[in-house]
């Protein structure tokens, strides 16, 4: 989606991991790999994507670039450039997604929720914070009534919301729609599996309904501002109009 000589975007399809991992040890194919095959040089992903995310995903193409993102997406919304420290503040990394999620929620919120440090973030060390504040934003795009019985209800409904994470902790959009009792559609972690599997019978897809629309940063080099946009792939015309 975007190459220059420090940078590339690719759009990640969902089911794909992004780097081997013990927690999924049967998976063949990454992304870090492919990438890496066809550019045939080494790549550093400086965030990450669930293996059911779909969207955009940033990789570095030399270390020292690699640290200057990774330091720019752990900054939790305010990250600092080149001269770190100086007048050249730069913002921090926006990133949009869009998800499909049960219920109709309110028009526009906050979720202001801390979320406790998963364990295999445990690699950050006995000295990581074990509670870390997490904030998103939402907004709802559009909502759905499925010819789906759900519990007491002869029908079932979805909605199509923005979400714009503040923070960045490990499914931290997944937790947060979880805590607001509108979890995503096809989320095995966070969601309700019999809704899951009713609304893939009916769509005839089966997927985690979370896409990675948007990217904005400053370049880490030249600090000009980048928007890497990933349209939601054919497969989310399969909802029906709102």
């Known amino acids: 989606m975007y190459q220059d000589a420090h940078l590339v975007a690719i759009d990640k399809p969902a089911g794909l991991l992004v780097h081997r991992t013990g927690l999924d040890a049967g998976e063949t194919r990454f992304a870090l790999q492919l990438l890496r095959d066809q550019l045939g ?11 059911g995310t779909s969207g955009v995903l940033l990789f570095a193409l030399d270390a020292g670039t690699a640290g ?80 789906l019985p759900y519990g007491a209800f002869p029908r079932t409904r979805c909605a199509l919301v923005e979400l714009r994470p503040e923070t960045g902790r490990r499914h931290q959009l997944r937790r ?48 000009q501002p980048l928007h890497i946009v990933a349209p939601p792939g054919p497969e989310w015309r399969r909802w029906p109009p709102a």
């Open 41 to 51: 040089r080494p790549v550093w992903p400086v965030h990450r994507l669930d293996k």
């Open 68 to 147: 200057l993102l990774g330091r720019a997406f752990a900054g939790d919304g305010a990250s600092q450039g080149p001269g770190e420290g100086d007048s050249a503040a730069q913002t921090g990394p926006a990133k949009t997604y869009l998800a499909m999620v049960r219920g109709w929620p309110a028009e526009a919120g906050l979720i202001d929720h801390p979320l406790a440090r998963l364990a295999e973030d445990a690699r950050a060390g006995p000295r990581a914070t074990l509670v870390q504040p997490a904030r998103t934003h939402w907004r709802t795009l559009a909502r759905h009534e499925l010819p």
């Open 176 to 223: 947060h729609l979880k805590h607001i009792a509108h979890p995503i559609i096809g989320d095995a972690s966070y969601g309700k599996g019999a809704l899951n599997r009713a609304v893939a019978g009916w769509l005839g897809w089966q997927r985690l309904w979370l896409h990675a629309a948007r990217l904005e940063l400053a370049h880490p080099h030249t600090g």
